[in-house]
């Protein structure tokens, strides 16, 4: 009789998201819902909606309304599919802060004790992890300095802080394969008479497609959640692949010019004569870091290494490495030929210009630049654009762009 009770709750639940959410119900209805007593409260894998009955027992209907759109929310914006190489509970807290914002701003009602903070409203999954990550190696380097002093907690005032939030949380492994399970009768045994597949996986692809099904549904009852296009929309771009940015950035200054002489092959076949396009050498490539240890060692040597491989294969005449904070500090130049090993050292803090004033008035100007920077310079208003393309390379837990030129955030 409890095992119909909890069932019955689970589609009442389903049914006033529906109802009065309808971008949120309609996805509600594309998870599998099963009860688990060897989770603690709720989870998602993206396929199967599981709770504990006794988590399911201590929350009102209202709040088990909020619950489900929450899970909902974690597969709309693919955080069972994103989470990499990240630490599973930190990436959780930060999918549950990046949710819980969004639920809340549509109206739903989330239980006591969720996290949220104000300081994360509108971010992704990705930018709140990086955020986190970088307050957290900051707060470690301030313990190494002042022994004494008590650790902060993450998540800035206001956050609520609960490692096991009852909002749920979000199983992260692929779900599992189909198999064939008994299908439990409204009292909560299992005839075993009739036995059904489990529910074929949901994939991101998948997820994708249903996100922006949901939304034309919602659009048409009127009833769209006010950001719901901007936080599914960001889900999508923060994970672009920043290497292959990186690379089309700086393959584009490569000089190239159509000849007859070297005809595209890929059109030969068809009898079509076509002038193909012929690649010249890079000119000077520029290359400057901020040293002012905001950086992340880990993430310029991931840059380094993509940089070596681009370099090898545009060729470029010089590579010119600038290391700077309020200043220019140091210089190092490399052939194509040579392995590139960065060697960041400064402190201090940071400005733009004289990067800028070296390369404007070097023999030569740069075909590029790119300059991997937390962009937190104190002469920001003092720039020009020059004449040569410019990308600035940050971390992701850094929102704003550049002054100029293009923006790429790193995801490592």
């Known amino acids: 009789m409890m095992q119909r009770s909890h069932q019955a709750r689970m589609t009442a639940a389903r049914t006033r998201l529906l109802l009065d959410f309808p971008w949120y119900g309609s996805l509600a209805m594309r998870l599998k819902v ?70 809340a701003r549509a109206g739903l009602k989330l239980p006591d004790g969720c996290l949220i903070d104000p300081q994360y409203d509108g971010l992704s999954a990705e930018v709140i992890y990086a955020q986190r990550a970088k307050q957290k190696r900051q707060n470690e380097q301030n313990q190494q300095q002042q022994p004494q002093q ?8 206001g956050a609520e802080q609960n490692p096991e939030p009852i909002t749920g949380t979000v199983v992260d492994a692929p779900p599992a394969p189909a198999q064939v399970s008994p299908d439990p009768d409204p009292n909560g045994s299992a005839s075993g008479q009739q036995p059904q597949p489990a529910p074929q996986p949901m994939t991101e692809s998948d997820w994708k497609i249903a996100a922006e099904q949901a939304t034309d549904v919602a659009r048409g009852c009127g009833k769209l959640p006010a950001g719901i296009d901007r936080a599914v929309k960001m889900a999508r771009t923060e994970t672009a692949d920043w290497r292959a940015t990186l690379r089309e950035f700086v393959e584009h200054t490569t000089p190239s010019d159509y000849s007859w002489m070297s005809p595209n092959r890929r059109y030969i076949s068809d009898g079509l004569y076509l002038p193909g396009i012929v690649k010249e050498n890079l000119g000077k490539l520029a290359f400057a870091v901020d040293t002012s240890g905001s950086i992340n060692t880990r993430q310029l040597a991931a840059v380094a290494a993509e940089l070596q491989a681009i370099v090898s294969e545009c060729r470029p005449d010089l590579l010119v490495v600038i290391y700077s904070d309020a200043a220019v500090r140091s210089t190092q130049e490399f052939s194509a030929d040579d392995e590139i090993t960065l060697n960041a050292k ?12 070296m390369l404007n008035t070097a023999d030569e100007p740069p075909v590029c630049l790119i300059y991997f920077t937390d962009l937190d310079a104190t002469d920001k208003k003092e720039l020009t654009q020059p004449d040569y393309p410019v990308l600035w390379c940050t971390d992701l837990s850094v929102t704003e762009n550049g002054p100029f030129g293009e923006t790429m955030r790193i995801v490592i």
């Open 346 to 357: 400064g402190g201090g803090g940071t400005r733009f210009k004289p990067v800028f004033d």
């Open 34 to 103: 099963e009860p688990d007593e060897n989770i603690k409260t709720f989870q998602t894998d993206g396929t199967r909606l599981a709770y504990n009955p006794a988590a399911l027992d201590a929350v009102t209907d209202l709040e088990l309304t909020g619950i489900i759109a929450h899970e909902v929310m974690h597969c709309a914006l693919l955080h069972p599919f994103r989470r990499g190489s990240r630490n599973a509970q930190e990436w959780n807290e930060a999918t549950d802060y990046a949710v819980n914002a969004e639920c």
């Open 150 to 157: 008590q650790p902060q907690p993450q998540g800035g005032q």
